[in-house]
């Protein structure tokens, strides 16, 4: 069975540009969470997906958003980036619904802003 | 709001010795732990995890320990080797909610 598939795994973009991260769970897999890691900050909650909606949001900025597609895969979209938006974005997916058990990891995407 | 914390950010240990990282939680509703390792470059992965209701599970090598009177967990690495070196998380659940992980213990492993 394949993993949890993330793109692109790098890129790098400029201040005020917006980027489109997708991911592709674990087939079977309905619930796609999304979390940002930075160095000394560990992995910080963005928000989740399960049947197509957004079941829980972390506390971040409103240029920061996210969707789920009929067939799970869902992508996640920062606006007017920011400096401090460079992060290594992870997706996971999980088996259940929201909150029910172990979350599966992506490779994730290394996003670069300049 | 609610939070995981490790008590240590690095630990160093010798080849063959056995490793112990510890992790606080604050949330007195947790009913769920896993423990997950990262490596360089790599997403985290699931290494074991353990429900409220247990105060002790073994894996491979791996023993995890649940102390709900001081929201203590720990992760004990029975024999490290050189391949257990990587950042180790605790995550915490609430059910229905989302996963709260720690700020990560990096293991580097001696020879």
């Known amino acids: 069975k394949a993993g949890v598939t993330q793109t692109p795994r790098y890129l790098i973009k400029t201040r005020g540009q917006q980027v489109t991260l997708s991911c592709s769970p674990i087939s079977g897999h309905r619930s796609v969470s999304w979390y940002q890691q930075t160095p000394g900050q560990g992995l910080q909650f963005l928000f989740e997906?399960?049947?197509?909606?957004?079941?829980n949001k972390g506390n971040f900025p409103g240029r920061f958003s996210g969707r789920q597609f009929s067939n799970s895969r869902s992508e996640m979209n920062v606006s007017t980036l920011e400096l401090g938006d460079s992060a290594l974005y992870l997706c996971?997916?999980?088996?259940?619904?929201?909150?029910?058990?172990?979350?599966?990891f992506g490779e994730g995407s290394r996003l670069t802003v300049l | 709001g609610e939070s995981v914390g490790l008590h240590l950010p690095t630990l160093s240990v010798q080849e063959g010795d056995n490793s112990i990282i510890n992790c606080a939680y604050s949330?007195?509703?947790?009913?769920?732990f896993i423990w997950y390792k990262q490596e360089s470059g790599k997403g985290p992965q699931f290494i074991i995890d353990i429900r409220s209701n247990m105060d002790k599970r073994q894996g491979q090598r791996v023993t995890v320990l649940l102390n709900k009177t001081v929201k203590h967990l720990s992760l004990q690495i029975a024999a490290t080797q050189p391949g257990d070196s990587a950042v180790y998380f605790c995550?915490?659940?609430?059910?229905?909610?989302?996963?709260?992980f720690g700020p990560g213990t990096r293991l580097s492993v001696l020879p």
């Open positions: 996971a997916s999980n088996a259940g619904g929201p909150g029910t058990g172990e979350l599966f």
């Open positions: 997906y399960f049947s197509e909606t957004q079941r």
């Open positions: 949330n007195s509703a947790s009913d769920y």
């Open positions: 995550a915490d659940l609430n059910y229905g909610q989302n996963f709260v």
